[in-house]
């Protein structure tokens, strides 16, 4: 759940506390819009085939060295890029 602020924000630091806090506490929301989207990070919405891929691209960056979550975070966004996301439902499969 994901909420947006539709009105400028007021934060502690706006009203002249201590600069140096790394906190801000959010104040005078006036209106707020509740979003409910997939868990980010949920790959339940791609095919068997999309998670091989996946996969087999992220052992690639690992094998150049890279941290695994970054080689995980490439490898799902080169498998998005090429086929066009997860699973549409009721459309098929998209072609190019």
Do not use: C, F
């Not at 706006?14 to 506490?25: E, M």
């Not at 087999?56 to 490439?74: D, Q, V």
């Amino acid at each position: 759940m994901a909420l947006i602020a539709l009105s400028d924000v007021e934060t502690d630091s706006d009203r002249g506390q201590q600069s140096g806090q790394s906190q801000k506490n959010v104040v005078g929301l006036t209106k707020t819009k509740v979003i409910n989207h997939m868990p980010q990070g949920d790959k339940s919405s791609y095919t068997d085939k999309q998670k091989r891929q996946a996969a087999h691209i992220e052992a690639g960056y690992k094998k150049k060295g890279l941290k695994t979550k970054t080689a995980e975070t490439r490898a799902w966004a080169t498998v998005n890029k090429l086929t066009g996301g997860g699973k549409k439902s009721g459309s098929g499969l998209k072609r190019n």
